[in-house]
């Protein structure tokens, strides 16, 4: 096994071990000393090497230290990567790892070291930074040794510089590529031997200081990582779909077989994962002085357009499994050899492909590539749910919807992995739900409530996403979020911290509350008020329709559904007085909605109340905000999902929509509702497309759209929680056209497992609930009751 994958092998056994944290790293401000290079600039673009050697007198059973930088690091002991960090967040809360080196120490000689590096005017939108700088902290008394002070050696290492992150015209803010020149490295600085002649001593910034604890300072609050280490695990490239200048050995890359490129030769080879993936690429190679490699990586291919002669304009991408007659363009690193054996590259930070373009131009010698494959990264989600309706086109948009939410989730969700690495509300409140559903790992979604309340603005609500170098207003997402937080409450027994997340729900609706009229409807809200990527009559840049005197129905039904959603966490863990409050602010809005958006002729909500323009969004809020009821609501629901005049919801959106059909009574036909999901499979996705266009999708990883990984278990199988916590549990199948199938979810209390079979108006039902818990099964209206343990119907 080669050497990289042994460091991170290394990495995963370290991190994985049960830490415990001295009361005084919490309590105390530390006697570690944040450190820096002097005389290199604070804020911009650098990589910083940091070493300090120690002796030891025996190898230690246990050596516990904790770890932070900004932006971020990679800590090696004895030449082993051993972490890597810190978990984002931001300067008020920031991230410390804490982890036990025991293993990798020595009796004797020992080094520790780390690098360290600030994408700086470059850097990734999601990263938050105060300055560049490091630190470490010894757990207890022997581990003082390694407390970052001026007995630490630190360089610059000037063989990184950015690289020019992407050659499309679009939005992008994931962070620069890399480009590394060997001849500039340090060489083994990581290990015992190494002397780092010409190194500085570290420069003293000050003591850091734990979250909450006073200090005549400033920089970082610290506190302990609460995510856990990300997966990390080998992940080969599968076969050379194209190739110039050269032919591949017939196993490359899927098997390690050597690439020789003779001097003075340029050969480009693109090569196809199979599907979309996030990673680490791995390089090694020999020999090639000063030659020049480029890895590129890419979500797909552009078509060659020859009509049209703006390369910035080109954005179609047609089947994402073609290669012909189409272009590459990508985020690239770039990699210049010294000639030297066995030279290793690695990004600092992971990629998203499933293109990757190895484009190599050697000068006087031949280089020899012997490896060139990935190495897996994300939240160590662990899918627990199952679904088998022996349907193989539902099993292939279960496994998607699956693949996309793990991209798009590593230390925090995500809206995409390659272009942004941003957690929007709009797109987490679907992303939690399906790890509920899939894993019942709920960590990234508390995780995420969490982030996104302490991103709030004085005004009341809270940023469209977070963490963010740069603030972004959307209004929407802040009620969105109020919904998460309900989401959290319906299928999680953890009172306290919904509790605790009240005083910032109550400062969302106050700013609200500001934009109302006397009537309850919202007018002239600032910033950016999206709502969905439509491009149809009215709408702007995903904002719905807003009339000329200002009012917008999307806007007034997003506030009736957070107050409705607030008044019921109010009853709950809160304070009745607001609950009352928000009742009646409901109450009242649902009659100014009525009165001023109903249309009599259309039989549908209008978007303003001009009453001349229409959308599925508004309908569908109106069935799930109860805006309508009984058979108005199936009426409403039939005509919303059959009117092809009205504006269509996008892949994001029609989460509400299939939500809306179901509650109305439709739920039967969800499977037919899937018809974007199935049009993107016919392209070659392997992930789910940002938006329902699906040649000129921007992204192609977007988990809001992998809201079947929720319905097809919630909606189809039934499964749902029927109160506050799952503590109770409700069945009511919607099968459609199914005759057989079963499945399962995750439970807190253990596991859900269903199975049907239906013949006529008759079905045979085996539920087994786990232990501790009751329910209730429902079928053609009616409802009986579930106990602790396997239940069988026939009906």
């Known amino acids: 096994m080669k050497k990289y994958f042994c460091l991170i092998l290394v990495l995963i056994q370290l991190s994985a071990q049960s830490q415990s944290v001295a009361p005084d790293i919490l309590q105390k401000q530390w ?83 780390a690098q360290v590096w600030n994408t700086g005017e470059y850097g990734n939108e999601a990263q938050i930074s105060f300055r560049t700088a490091f630190i470490v902290q010894g757990n207890g008394d022997n581990e003082q040794v390694t407390n970052t002070d001026s007995s630490w050696k630190c360089t610059r290492d000037s063989s990184y510089s950015p690289n020019p992150p992407l050659l499309i015209y679009t939005y992008y803010a994931a962070g620069p590529a890399e480009r590394k020149d060997m001849n500039l490295a340090p060489g083994s600085w990581t290990n015992n031997n190494y002397s780092p002649a010409g190194w500085l001593t570290a420069q003293e910034l000050f003591r850091g200081l734990p979250k909450g604890v006073f200090s005549w300072t400033d920089g970082w609050m610290l506190q302990p990582r609460k995510m856990p280490e990300m ?80 390369w910035r304009t080109q954005n179609r991408k047609g089947n994402r499994n073609d290669v012909e007659n189409k272009r590459f363009s990508g985020v690239t690193d770039e990699i210049i050899s010294n000639g030297m054996a066995d030279q290793e590259y690695s990004p600092m930070w992971w990629r998203t492909w499933r293109y990757l373009q190895l484009e190599v131009t050697t000068a006087s010698d031949s280089l020899v590539i012997s490896d060139l494959s990935g190495i897996f990264t994300g939240f160590p989600f662990e899918l627990k749910s199952k679904f088998d309706a022996g349907d193989a086109e539902l099993n292939k948009i279960l496994e998607t919807g699956w693949r996309t939410a793990r991209l798009c989730a590593v230390e925090t969700y995500m809206d995409c992995p390659y272009y942004e690495q941003l957690q929007y509300v709009g797109d987490t409140r679907i992303q939690a739900l399906v790890s509920l559903f899939n894993s019942g790992d709920d960590r990234l979604m508390k995780n995420a409530i969490e982030l996104l309340d302490q991103s709030r603005m004085a005004e009341g609500i809270t940023l469209s996403r977070y963490p963010t170098a740069h603030a972004q207003e959307i209004p929407p997402f802040s009620l969105w979020w109020i919904a998460m937080l309900h989401d959290y409450w319906i299928y999680r027994d953890d009172l306290d911290f919904v509790k605790s ?25 600032p910033y950016w008020n999206f709502t969905d990527w439509v491009d149809d009559k009215g709408w702007n840049s995903g904002v719905a329709p807003i009339g000329t005197d200002g009012y917008s129905a999307a806007m007034d039904f997003q506030l009736l559904n957070a107050f409705m959603l607030a008044a019921e966490l109010e009853n709950s863990v809160g304070m009745p007085a607001f609950a009352a409050q928000y009742n009646a602010a409901a109450k009242q809005l649902k009659e100014t909605i009525t009165k001023k958006y109903w249309s009599d002729s259309k039989k549908l909500f209008a978007d303003i109340s001009a009453k001349n323009v229409f959308s599925q969004h508004a309908n569908a809020l109106a069935i799930l905000t109860g805006t309508v009821t009984g058979n108005d609501q199936l009426s409403l629901a039939e005509k919303m999902l059959a009117d092809t005049s009205i504006s269509q919801a996008t892949i994001y959106f029609k989460y509400y929509i299939n939500r809306a059909a179901v509650k109305a009574g439709l ?59 799952f503590k109770k549990i409700r069945i009511a199948p919607h099968p459609g056209n199914l005759t057989k199938l079963n499945g399962s979810i995750p439970h807190p209390k253990g596991e859900i497992a269903v199975a049907y079979e239906i013949s006529a108006s008759k079905i045979k039902a085996d539920i087994t609930i786990p232990n501790g818990s009751s329910g209730v099964f429902i079928w053609k209206g009616k409802s009986y009751s579930l106990k602790q343990g396997k239940n069988t119907f026939n009906l």
């Not at 002097?38 to 090497?49: A, I, K, N, R, S």
């Not at 990883?701 to 109160?723: F, K, M, T």
């Open 231 to 310: 997966e990390l695990r080998p992940q080969r490239l599968a076969t050379v779909r194209k190739s110039s200048g050269i032919t591949p050995p017939p196993g490359f890359p899927a098997q390690m077989e050597k690439l020789v490129i003779p001097a003075g030769k340029k050969i480009v080879i693109l090569l196809d994962q199979g599907y979309l993936t996030n990673g680490y690429p791995y390089l090694k190679f020999s020999g090639g002085k000063n030659a020049i490699i480029h890895m590129g990586y890419a979500e797909a291919l552009y078509i060659i357009d020859d009509d049209k002669k703006n």
């Open 501 to 525: 997340m009240l005083p910032g729900m109550r400062q969302v609706l106050i700013f609200f509350q500001q934009y109302q009229d006397k009537d309850g409807s919202l007018k002239n809200v």
């Open 31 to 113: 006697k570690a000393k944040w450190i820096a290079v002097p005389g290199t600039d604070p804020h911009h673009y650098g990589v910083y090497l940091f070493r300090k050697s120690l002796k030891l007198s025996q190898k230690p059973h246990s050596f516990i230290v904790h770890v932070s930088a900004d932006n971020r690091y990679k800590l090696y002991v004895n030449g082993k990567m051993v972490g890597l960090g810190p978990a984002r967040g931001e300067v008020y809360h920031w991230n410390f790892e804490t982890i036990d080196i025991a293993a990798a120490l020595n009796e004797g000689d020992n080094t520790i070291a």
């Open 667 to 725: 739920g039967d036909r969800y499977l037919g509702l899937l018809g974007d999901w199935r049009k993107q499979l016919t392209y070659g996705l392997t992930t789910w497309a940002e938006i329902s266009n699906v040649d000129v999708a921007r992204s192609d990883c977007h988990a809001w759209g992998s809201s079947p990984n929720i319905e097809l278990y919630r909606s189809v199988l039934g499964i749902d929680s029927d109160g506050q916590g």
